[in-house]
Nanobody
């Protein structure tokens, strides 16, 4: 089992940057694929990106590609989401999620494939 705690959200102007962190408990963090999702008011939870256990593979949603960067530090049990050139439509609660990797790592884009979730952190981008 793993517990996830996000931090780093806040209010930023259009074009600004934020870095979210997601700290995981437990000694098996490196065996989890990590994902980032977001949910805006009145909308469904949306995939942002995911990173493999080693960090060697990363995928992004088209809406954030080129602006957001996911990384992880397995020694610190932490995954990051660097968000640049933020837009008002990026406003949402951002969640990190963990999926225990199998023999073949598949980076899922569907929220239901992730077993563990953080409580979320609010990101608000003002126009």
């Amino acid at each position: 089992q793993v517990q996830l705690v996000e931090s780093g959200g806040g209010l930023v102007q259009t074009g600004g940057s934020l870095r979210l962190s997601c700290a995981a408990s437990g000694r098996t963090f490196s065996s989890f694929i990590m994902g980032w999702f977001r949910q805006a008011p009145g909308k469904e939870r949306e995939f942002v990106g995911a990173i493999s256990t080693s960090g060697g593979r990363i995928i992004y949603a088209d809406s954030v590609k080129g602006r957001f960067t996911i990384s992880r530090d397995n020694a610190k049990n932490t995954v990051y989401l660097q968000m640049n050139t933020l837009k008002p439509e990026d406003t949402a609660v951002y969640y990190c999620a963990a999926d225990r990797a199998g023999a073949v790592e598949v980076l899922f884009t569907v929220a239901s494939r992730y077993d563990y979730w953080g409580q979320g952190t609010q990101v608000t981008v003002s126009s």
